[in-house]
């Protein structure tokens, strides 16, 4: 850790949770009295309970937010530590009350209304504890690269920060640790963050309470013991059941999370495993509508659906032709000109925005550009001309490509017989 950090333009002495301003305040943190009792797995719904009278959410979200507070009183335990995002359309949904109730339940954690990414970073390696951003909108909006890359970066163990400092005596090399758990919220502020933050992050989108369905104003002076004393008995919990918490796995979690998101769901459905019971129930249901939701595609998933549909309907789009097992970028961009989306529009008919009718299509280049991080041409032999070995894009990698990147959704629209046709191309043309 380093000996010195700036803060507010000048140099204070730092020491584990005690960092002061200029005006040598210290930061507010929250700091649980220790419970040596013996707590049983009701606490989650404790936990709940008391978020739920000051925050109103659909009781799904209320155990997101129990179970996230839960994994950042311990979030050294795993490698990955995911990000909370709390945020709506507008103001007035309750966005702020909710961080601050998770914050109060969470030990050794700050709390900071406006931050720089150099305040971060120092931050996270002064403290050693979680962050809380309450309306990070205005600086997310600003591209902050070092407090974006905080954010990005930090969910790792092995996140840090470096910087060179120069003097008399040359130049030296910092290093700050970036990694801890981070929830912050702002109106919109999910438009702000690209898709890497999206997927490191679990968010929650608030909505405005009718006057029947308020909570309770969340006052942090009146109500810290409270949340203190609940907090106190969570954490000692989270320490009587440590070794079942760590012992839970990957190979653990619902079917329906694989890829990066088994990192963002591991540390809470590694706490609620043990619990059980509705915080469970409430997890598993998240996860299924988000698997649920059709995802947004990229423009290469988009390609690659259209290419998708065009081998699985190649009597529509070429019924005088025999399809092969590669095709030409150019007679690529022939077909997908002619390709049809849901809505019955051609995209791709109309890909560039020019007077002339003959220049609007797609064209090979285009494929070239799109397809190029997931698939390149080759000179491989033609399935009905063995001498013929001009450079197409073998379908077998094309749609393995499509395979790998494209949602469940849109996979799952081919037939068992193209999923035939796929594991035979793959395994001959392309092995």
């Keep these: 850790?380093?000996?010195?950090?700036?803060?507010?333009?000048?140099?204070?002495?730092?020491?584990?949770?005690?960092?002061?301003?200029?005006?040598?305040?210290?930061?507010?943190?929250?700091?649980?009295?220790?419970?040596?009792?013996?707590?049983?797995?009701?606490?989650?719904?404790?936990v709940e309970d008391l978020i739920d009278e000051y925050v109103f959410a659909l009781p799904q979200q209320i155990s997101l937010f129990a179970t996230w507070a839960a994994h950042a009183n311990c979030y050294q335990w795993w490698s990955f530590t995911p990000r909370l995002g709390i945020t709506a359309p507008d103001a007035g949904s309750g966005k702020s009350q909710a961080l601050k109730a998770i914050w109060l339940l969470t030990n050794n954690s700050s709390w900071f209304s406006n931050i720089s990414g150099a305040g971060l970073f120092t931050a996270t390696e002064a403290l050693g504890g979680s962050i809380f951003l309450d309306e990070a909108s205005d600086a997310f909006k600003k591209g902050d690269k070092d407090l974006l890359g905080v954010i990005k970066t930090g969910v790792e163990s092995m996140g840090v920060a470096a910087r060179i400092t120069s003097?008399?005596?040359?130049?030296?090399?910092?290093g700050y640790s970036t990694y801890g758990a981070i929830g912050f919220n702002g109106v919109a502020v999910d438009s702000f963050c690209d898709a890497q933050i999206h997927t490191r992050t679990h968010w929650v989108y608030m909505r405005k309470a009718f006057r029947n369905e308020q909570r309770k104003l969340l006052d942090d002076r009146i109500h810290r013991d409270r949340f203190a004393e609940v907090g106190s008995r969570l954490v000692a919990w989270l320490k009587q059941n440590e070794e079942k918490i760590r012992s839970f796995t990957e190979a653990d979690l619902p079917p329906n999370i694989y890829n990066r998101d088994r990192n963002k769901w591991l540390p809470l459905f590694a706490i609620a495993s043990v619990v059980g019971g509705r915080t469970l129930r409430n997890l598993e249901?998240?996860?299924?509508?988000?698997?649920?939701?059709?995802?947004?595609?990229?423009?290469?998933?988009?390609l690659l659906l259209a290419i998708q549909d065009?081998?699985?309907?190649?009597?529509?789009?070429?019924?005088?032709?025999?399809?092969?097992?590669?095709?030409s970028a150019f007679r690529l961009a022939e077909l997908l000109a002619k390709w049809e989306d849901e809505d019955g529009q051609l995209p791709y008919s109309k890909f560039h925005a020019s007077r002339d009718p003959d220049e609007r299509s797609i064209n090979k280049l285009d494929v070239f550009r799109i397809l190029r991080p997931v698939c390149r041409p080759e000179r491989s032999r033609s399935r009905f001309d063995s001498n013929d070995r001009s450079s197409g894009?073998?379908?077998?990698?094309?749609?393995?490509?499509?395979d790998r990147l494209l949602p469940d959704e849109f996979r799952d629209r081919r037939s068992v017989e193209l999923e035939f046709c796929h594991v035979d191309l793959r395994d001959k043309e392309v092995a």
Aim: some cysteine; glycine content about 6%.
């Design 1 to 46: 850790m380093t000996n010195e950090i700036e803060i507010n333009q000048q140099d204070v002495p730092v020491t584990q949770n005690h960092v002061t301003n200029h005006n040598g305040h210290v930061f507010r943190i929250a700091d649980f009295p220790e419970y040596s009792g013996t707590v049983g797995n009701e606490i989650l719904d404790e």
């Design 167 to 174: 003097s008399t005596a040359g130049r030296t090399l910092h």
């Design 285 to 302: 249901q998240i996860v299924q509508e988000e698997t649920d939701c059709v995802a947004e595609l990229s423009e290469v998933g988009m």
């Design 310 to 327: 065009i081998y699985s309907n190649w009597d529509k789009y070429s019924p005088l032709e025999r399809r092969d097992s590669k095709i």
């Design 393 to 402: 894009y073998v379908w077998g990698k094309l749609l393995d490509a499509a």
